[in-house]
């Protein structure tokens, strides 16, 4: 089966890594590093520790459900992923590392169902939603938000990075035309990338306070790079070269701005049906 989210990014790593993220690129020099960077960045946006119970959305390959794990000490774990192939590659990578987790608590799934968080989570409330490097994947980011509003614990953080249009840039020109056929290309639904005052407008309609937003583009859209491409398939190669050319031209013209975003469930109540 052909798949958008699948095992390319492997070539990208070094000493059995799978991470499949933009990287963080302040002090990394390689592609694992830089990603694994960017995880740690989230994970402390989100005050992970010891009692956190995380539900991650969009997962990838798994190496950043180890790092909430070994790093961050959490206490438990849950998540979805559209990705069969990373799915399987996560829960191979978590036995491997002595850290078993059951089948139905790391699941393939579409994030916009609301039935896959009731199977994975089976009762469990998250102090934590995360989304590292994905949200702006997901088919409706509004919709993931009211589900991760509905499901988190009272009180719960959601933290993801995600994009977002730039101050400046305006919506009627053919900067915007060309970035609206680059995120069809990436299907990426189009109504998902707004400015940041929509973006904090959405986040507080959807119940969310104790927000901070915080621009990271420096450290991810300008350096992001896939190396050499040694390793990768022709197709994949294309696909790096064309995102890493995109994502400088869209800094530097201030189209797109990449942030690390952490908000907490307002609404003290329980309000999950
Ligand atoms: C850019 S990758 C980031 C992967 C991983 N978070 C990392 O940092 O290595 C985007 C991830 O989002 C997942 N994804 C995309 N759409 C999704 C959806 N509707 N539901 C769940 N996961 C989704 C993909 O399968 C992929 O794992």
Redesign the pocket.
Known sequence: MTEF?DLA?LALNRDGQS????GHWQSATDYSDA?RA??TLLGEQAGLDHKSIVFD?????G??LLLWLEHFGVSQIYG????HS?TAHAGNLLARNGRPVSAEAILQ????DPGIWTTALNGARPSHVMA???AY???DRLAFWELAQRNLAPAGRMALTDFMLAEQHRTDGFRHRLLRWMLKSAHITETNIVHRDVYLDQLEKEGFGNISLVDISEHVMPAFTSGDGRGLRWSAWCKYAVTSRFLKWAYHRSVLRYCVVSATKADQSDNRN
């Open positions: 989210h990014e991470w499949g993220n933009l990603c960017l995880a959305a969009g997962f990838g390959c190496d950043q979805v992923n559209l990705s990373q799934g579409d994030v916009n590292l490097d994905c994947h997901f088919p």
